[in-house]
C-alpha cells in the first residue's frame, strides 16, 4: 500500500515562495505519476501540476504556468511543488496524488485517474 505525506505548507505573503514535499512510503514511487491538486473553501479539487513517472514530462494548469514547477527524486521517493509569485487566489488546501502507470510516461491533471492520495497541507497566501 502507498502512503503519501504532504509537508511544506504554510502563510505567505503574495509575491513569496514555497516548496511543497510529497514524501512516499510502502512502495516505491519509480512506476507512478504524481500529481498535485488543490481544493479551495467552497471550490472543487482542481489539477495544479503532474510529473511522469520517470520526470520525463510534466504538466501545468494554466492557472499556474510559469509560476509553479514540479520535480521528482525517485531515489528519496518524493516529489516537489515549488510555488513562485504565489497570489491570494492560490490559497487552498494541497494534495499530492498518486496513479500507476508503469514506464508510460503519463501525464494528467484528472483526478479522478488517481489512486492514492496524501492528506493535504495547507498554503494561504495572505498580506
Known amino acids: 500500500q502507498l502512503q503519501l505525506v504532504e509537508s511544506g505548507g504554510g502563510l505567505v505573503q503574495p509575491g513569496g515562495s514555497l516548496r511543497l514535499s510529497c514524501a512516499a512510503s510502502?512502495?516505491?514511487?519509480?512506476?507512478?505519476?504524481i500529481g498535485w491538486f488543490r481544493q479551495a473553501p467552497g471550490k472543487e479539487r482542481e489539477g495544479v501540476s503532474c510529473i511522469s513517472s520517470s520526470g520525463g514530462s510534466t504538466k501545468h494548469a494554466d492557472s499556474v504556468k510559469g509560476r509553479f514547477f514540479i520535480s521528482r527524486d525517485n531515489a528519496k521517493n518524493t516529489v516537489y511543488l515549488q510555488m513562485n509569485s504565489l497570489k491570494p487566489e492560490d490559497t487552498a488546501v494541497y494534495y499530492c496524488?498518486?496513479?500507476?502507470?508503469?514506464?508510460?510516461?503519463?501525464?494528467?491533471?484528472?483526478?479522478?485517474?488517481?489512486?492514492?492520495w496524501g492528506q493535504g497541507t495547507q498554503v494561504t497566501v495572505s498580506s
Open positions: 496524488a498518486a496513479k500507476f502507470s508503469g514506464p508510460m510516461e503519463v501525464t494528467t491533471l484528472s483526478r479522478l485517474e488517481y489512486d492514492y
Open positions: 510502502g512502495l516505491p514511487l519509480d512506476y507512478y505519476a
